[in-house]
């Protein structure tokens, strides 16, 4: 049985790219889509948010000169991109989804409107929130976050493609180091863990609402979570 009623389910740009580090793998993306259809017949109510990192990351640009608004709306048309090609793979699945945008674009995608999207979910399709906040300088993290609190969601599922959990230092770089099961988020703040950034981190701190960071390169894994096997880290308000 599952855990959760209702999940926002975060995926990295770069879990879509798989390892050709760039655009979009389709075997990839199919696995995320059969994934999810997984956990929708739980009868658990899905929303996606994705990032644009496999295509564009509006800091880069920004690093190299470019006007950081600019940079950071080109970041969120590229989340549209990975948002549309996760909705076709889904609907191939035979997964109902809905694609509602923070910036109106209707000719693709329906504008983001929170009654409606709660209405979606309550009909089980899967909703993905495409280009992020709607404005610059927020990350998708914050608005993994910010959608979360909106719908009122029970957990943030976050699937990484490089680690499987919140470690103290890099393990790709450091041997010994070492893995947390629980953290608060009070924890991931004071000791700057990278887990998300700090304005989602306080968003969901402040609005109680938990997050399990895991690996999404082991096939299964986004229903172990939604089940409440023991895998990743979980972060909460308070340990």
């Known amino acids: 049985m599952s855990k959760y009623k209702r999940i926002v389910l975060k995926l990295s740009g770069e879990a879509l790219a ?5 655009g979009i793998d389709p075997e990839v ?19 996606v948010v994705v990032g644009g990192g496999n295509i564009w990351r509006g800091m ?24 549309l090609a996760l909705q076709d793979r889904l609907e191939h699945n035979e997964v109902e989804t809905r694609v509602q945008t923070s910036i109106e674009m209707r000719q693709v995608a329906e504008p983001y409107i929170r009654r409606k ?25 914050t608005t993994a976050a910010l ?6 969601a029970d957990v943030i599922l976050m699937a990484k493609n490089n680690v499987d959990g919140v470690y103290d230092a890099d393990p790709s770089v450091d041997v010994n180091a070492k893995k947390y099961d629980e953290l608060s988020y009070f924890d991931v703040l004071r000791d700057g863990l990278g887990v ?10 402040d609005n109680d609402i938990p997050l399990l960071v895991f690996s999404i390169m082991e096939e299964g894994n986004i229903k172990k979570a939604v089940l409440g096997e023991d895998l990743g880290t979980i972060v909460r308000g308070n340990k």
């Not at 798989?18 to 760039?22: A, D, I, K, L, R």
């Not at 880069?60 to 948002?83: C, F, H, I, P």
């Open 196 to 205: 998300m950034d700090s304005t989602a981190s306080t968003l969901c701190m």
């Open 18 to 22: 798989g390892n050709q580090g760039y």
């Open 147 to 152: 959608r979360a609190a909106e719908i009122e």
């Open 117 to 141: 999207a709660i209405r979606h979910l309550e009909k089980k399709r899967v909703v993905l929130f495409a280009a992020g906040t709607g404005n610059p300088y927020f990350s998708t993290d």
């Open 29 to 47: 993306i199919q696995s995320i889509a059969a994934q999810i259809k997984d956990v929708v017949k739980l009868g658990t109510e899905v929303a």
């Open 60 to 83: 880069a640009g920004s690093a190299k000169g470019m006007d950081r608004a600019t940079a950071d709306y080109m970041g969120m048309l590229a989340t549209v991109m990975n948002s």
